[in-house]
């Protein structure tokens, strides 16, 4: 909205900052901070006043966290809100990929709401039916890959890039949307398995649409594209203004969600967060990358996987607990050791997934 006043512009005057990608891009993630210093505390007395008993605690789980019993959830509507808000008034609003990522991060937040939703009024930890979420993400995911491959550019278009190899694209034709469903479903749900912990998945989520605000801006410019010899992909770079406000969002978030948490993101978060995730690296050809970067997500997503099936198969365990962050608590670690271990795990991975723009 604000880059409309680049047309008051005569090229050497204020207004002319707007048409800089990192000027915006600075503008949305302090809107976005400051909207969460200002709406957190009054968002969080409203759900503990609405949910009274707050977030229902799994009997089964870690003993620990019996004691964050009555702790209010549905905190990620602050984060979006945020993000939402500033989104649209820093960013180009007649840029098609800023659209598709917005979109899909809103309508994976509305399955995370109904979720959430339904355990509060429930008081159960079982929420929306599996299906249903499911068939709806997978909607949302199925037109976000084909609205992307519509507008990328005719080379790009169903096209899927390798890392570590210049100039290298997969042509996946009729697979490419189920691919992106694969990319923007498994992003969703792995983050949304992440969030176990106070601060677990935030700050990963954070350090990772960090790391492709800056792949989103080199594929978006012809320059440094040419120079790391990756592909292309102009308007891309636009979705930096789009992620720095999702990291302003997510430190206002983290104030109240540092241990111990005053309010928990619930899948209204953790849901709409991995799916803009999948979503950004659909648009920047960065795929395979996102499960380097991610890779913290990853790991959580698989040892649930491992888990069922092991124990479908043999009636034993793999782990004390899945996901694994639970596994660690069951073998005495505390819960800040796991988070900021996890943390500097998740920052090594975003480094390695960086070097992939210049190793080819």
Known sequence: MLYWFTNLSDGGDFFNLFRYITFRAGGAFFTALIFGFLFGRPLIDLLRRKQKKGQPIRDDGPQSHLSKAGTPTMGGLLILAALTVSTLLWARLDNGYVWIVLLVTLGFAAIGFADDYAKVTKQHHAGLSGRVRLLIGLCIAAAAGAAAAHLHPAPLSGELALPFLKNTLINLWILYVPFTVLVILGAANAVNLTDGLDGLAIMPVMIAAATF????????????????????????????????????????????????AAVFMGDTGSLALGGALGAIAVVTKHEIVLAIVGGLFVVEALSVIIQVLYFKRTGKR???????????????????????????????LALIGLATLKLR
């Open 213 to 260: 605000a800056v792949i989103a801006y080199m594929v978006g410019n012809a320059n440094f594209a040419n120079y790391l010899g990756v592909h292309f992909v102009p308007g891309t770079g636009e979705l930096a203004v789009f992620v720095a406000a999702l990291i302003g969002g997510g430190l206002g978030f983290l104030w109240y969600n540092a241990p111990p």
């Open 318 to 348: 793999v782990f004390l607990m899945a996901p694994i962050h639970h596994h660690f608590e069951k073998k005495g670690w505390g819960e800040a050791q796991i988070v900021i271990r996890f943390w500097i795990i998740a920052l090594i």
